[in-house]
């Protein structure tokens, strides 16, 4: 997984076309369940996850401690290691903490690490650039860049990616600006072997539709086989299929952020039967509204 050089515009790194953004198990008194997360790894591999991505925002990262992330990591790698790739998530808003986080990631023998623009404090472009390189360079692992506007407050722009694109060890943009736009020139600055993946469901077909390697997923949680063979079916040629799949899992992708995320996708995942628990505050679960618009659409689909 690890790549050290670009060589002839190949990719050295390949994360997959499916990755789901994990949700992070809590117990009945609020502890992370590792058992689960053990078991919801699996789960998401065995219904088409190519890789995982663990401790980000669907995980609630930021109600997880250093140590927690640290041993979901190790879990997750020991759980499907060899058969999903893995990524850390290690990004916060202070970069000395990011580093600190990213170098224990890499001892737990995750695949890569995802760092996300730091937020709240929103610094200009040189200190997205500053902030990203220093990361990329206390790791030998492959980094990744999450972008993501509405939560950080701050946007990244072509123009920064394509500094950040130079380092040999950042090769991946998970873009959830909700801009195609942006999307598309970022995939047409960006050296052709870069990874720019869609960070929204509803996005997934479009952003592949310009280049774009494939999605880092929430509804894979809950339709995994149905949205890998929709992204196989776009990559095979086969895009009338492909097209038809998503206008069905559109509602899906809709009712999953009708309030924010992960509190929704918990709540599908317990209509399924499969056990997650609650959130940590300061998210709560979703009213009684929202469950049963919820369960509407999960029943359209033939889920439950």
């Known amino acids: 997984m690890r790549r050290m050089k670009r060589e002839g515009g190949i990719n050295v790194v390949n994360f997959g076309r499916l990755l789901t953004a994990m949700v992070t198990p809590f117990t009945a008194e609020g502890e992370v369940d590792y058992q689960g997360a053990s078991k919801l790894a699996l789960r998401l591999v065995e219904n088409g996850s190519d890789g995982l991505v663990i401790a980000g925002t669907t995980g609630e990262s930021p109600t997880l401690s250093t140590e927690e992330k640290i041993r979901l990591f190790s879990t997750v790698v020991e759980t499907v290691g060899g058969k ?3 990524i850390a998530g290690t990004g916060t808003n202070d ?22 623009v730091p937020y709240y404090n929103k610094p200009p472009q040189e200190g997205l650039f500053q902030h ?13 860049v999450y972008n993501i506007p509405g939560r ?29 736009n942006q999307a598309a020139e970022m ?25 774009g390697a494939g999605v880092i997923s929430v509804a894979a949680h809950v339709v995994g086989r149905r949205l890998k063979t929709m992204v196989d079916d776009y990559v095979q040629g086969r895009i009338s299929e492909a097209a038809k799949t998503h206008q069905e899992l559109l509602p899906l992708f ?25 959130l940590r505050l300061p998210l ?17 689909l033939g889920l439950i």
């Open 254 to 278: 809709k009712v999953l952020f009708i309030t924010a995320n992960p509190i929704m996708v918990k709540a599908a995942l317990q209509l399924l039967g499969f056990e997650v628990g609650s």
């Open 187 to 211: 995939i047409k600055l960006l050296p052709k072997d870069f990874l720019v993946y869609s960070g929204d469901d509803s996005l997934t077909l479009p952003i592949m539709s310009v280049g």
């Open 284 to 300: 709560v679960e979703a009213t009684s509204e929202q469950h049963e618009e919820l369960k509407s659409v999960l029943q359209d």
């Open 95 to 116: 970069t000395k903490k990011s580093i600190e986080l990213t170098k224990e990631a890499e001892k737990t023998g995750v695949d890569g690490i995802m760092a996300v």
């Open 132 to 144: 990203f390189k220093a990361i990329a360079e206390t790791t030998s692992l492959p980094v990744m």
């Open 152 to 180: 950080t407050g701050i946007n990244i722009t072509p123009q920064t990616m394509v500094r950040l694109a130079q380092i040999d060890n950042i090769v991946a943009l998970k873009e959830a600006a909700g801009d195609l």
């Open 84 to 86: 999903a790739t893995v």
